[in-house]
């Protein structure tokens, strides 16, 4: 009864399950883009551990960092403690990811995941500014608890814990408006309205591309206004940087186009390289207001993933040929994805680097295109308020090969769904 049937997924695990509806099968083993099945099935992956698996799966490099590390008894987990692996970790974060680029962050683990670090984000922003709302943007997305729940725009996600908006707010995070910066204007007017009661927020908190929002991407200039806004107005800017960094958009860190440095960076999924959960949230030196103990947690210190993160920089960052090929590949799609759109009605895509996302004006047309792709051996989900969003996110090591049979699959399945 078990083996190969899904019968005992159905049975025993929560009602909350969801990446297994979309893909009813029992995934085995992995390497590179390609998952296989136990029935021996091949899938190409183009969700990358919804963007964990920035490097591939079981990347070989990483891998071998792993088991030496686990053979001779390396600490696997160290709490905070000092350990080799972390001072290994942190050398090269400064040396290969810092340094270069003049960023002059404290790091602080906050926990394993995405969540842990947009947690830490928050509190660390209300505790230096004495102040709480939180700004964040219509369909955002930072997480799960309640905390990073508040300040995500997402009725559905945010409605069963009845957590209301921190401080959302209505201003669409708009793509278009790249530059336009009287578009801010009406924010800076709320914000200066101190007749009306409202409470000055302690940061605004934004992703530079929303992934989980439908591949919404900020321009430049907007970005750049919005930190000038933050400036101006006593808030502290948080990137989130969970599914846009470590090299998604092209850069190790997505804001790096728009010359922006914020005052606190979130960073987790692709951190550890190798799927491994580990997080950090960064922040400007001054800001490190934390006492001792603060904020801790049992998994702060997963050394596996800090010896797997210390390889992935090590292999993809010392120099800028991963960023270059992100950003070839990412025109390549565009392309591909600008012929599509030409060739069938009521679609649009947009994206930077190797996150790009297909719009249907129909969300059931893009859970169909979902399923045939599926069908046809290839893995890609649906992202935006409504579903309306197929979004493309395949590991940063796609061979191009991959790259263009992904993107076949895709063109069918859209064909086959008028
Ligand atoms: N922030 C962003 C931008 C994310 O995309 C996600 C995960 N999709 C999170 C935070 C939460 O990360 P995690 O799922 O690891 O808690």
């Known amino acids: 009864v078990i083996g190969t049937s899904m019968s005992v997924f159905d049975l025993l695990e929560s009602e909350v399950r969801s990446y297994c509806r979309s893909w009813p099968t029992v995934f085995d083993h992995a390497r590179g883009s390609r998952l296989w099945s136990e029935?021996?099935?091949?899938?190409?992956?183009?969700?990358?551990?919804?963007?964990?698996?920035?490097?591939?799966?079981?990347?070989?490099?990483?891998?071998?960092?792993?088991?030496?590390?686990?053979?001779?008894?390396?600490?696997?987990?160290?709490?905070?403690?000092?350990?080799?692996?972390?001072?290994?970790?942190?050398?090269?974060?400064?040396?290969?990811?810092?340094?270069?680029?003049?960023?002059p962050y404290k790091v602080m683990f906050p926990g394993p995941t995405g969540t842990d670090a947009v947690e830490a984000a928050l509190k660390l922003a209300r505790k230096v500014k004495g102040r709480e709302p939180v700004v964040s943007f219509t369909n955002a997305f930072h997480g799960m608890s309640l905390g990073s729940l508040a300040v995500t725009g997402n009725a559905f996600k945010r409605a069963g814990a009845g957590v209301p908006l921190v401080h959302g707010t209505p201003m669409p995070f708009d793509r278009y408006l790249d530059g336009r910066v009287p578009d801010f204007l009406w924010l800076e007017r709320l914000l200066e309205d101190s007749g009306s009661g409202l409470d000055h927020p302690a940061a605004v908190i934004v992703e530079t591309v929303q992934g989980e929002g439908g591949v919404n991407v900020a321009g430049p200039g907007w970005l750049r206004a919005l930190a000038d806004l933050c400036a101006r107005h006593d808030m502290l800017l948080i990137v989130d940087d969970v599914q846009m960094g470590c090299g998604r958009t092209g850069p190790f860190f997505s804001f790096e186009d728009a010359g922006i440095t914020p005052d606190i960076v979130t960073l987790s999924k692709s951190v550890s390289g190798y799927g491994l959960p580990m997080a950090l949230t960064l922040f400007s030196p001054e800001l490190d207001r934390w006492e001792p103990g603060e904020h801790n947690g049992t998994f702060r210190g997963n050394n596996a993933a800090f010896v797997t993160a210390t390889a992935a920089l090590h292999t993809y960052w010392a120099d800028d040929e991963l960023e270059r090929r992100t950003v070839r590949l990412g025109n390549r799609v565009e392309e591909r994805l600008s012929a599509m759109t030409r060739e069938h009605h009521g679609l649009s895509h947009r994206g930077r680097g190797l996150v790009r996302g297909i719009e249907f004006e129909d969300p059931a047309r893009a859970a169909a295109v979902c399923a045939r792709a599926f069908e046809r051996g290839l893995l890609v989900e649906t992202s935006g308020p409504t579903g309306q969003v197929v979004k493309l996110l395949p590991p940063l090591t796609v061979r191009d090969a991959e790259l263009d049979e992904g993107l076949d699959i895709i063109d069918r399945a859209v064909l086959a769904t008028p």
Do not use: C, W
Not at 48 to 73: C, T
Not at 83 to 99: E, I, M, N, P
């Open 39 to 103: 029935e021996r099935r091949r899938y190409l992956d183009f969700f990358a551990g919804a963007g964990s698996l920035n490097y591939g799966h079981s990347n070989p490099v990483l891998k071998r960092a792993l088991l030496s590390y686990l053979e001779r008894d390396g600490i696997v987990n160290g709490l905070d403690m000092a350990t080799t692996a972390k001072r290994d970790f942190l050398t090269a974060f400064q040396d290969l990811v810092l340094g270069p680029r003049g960023l």
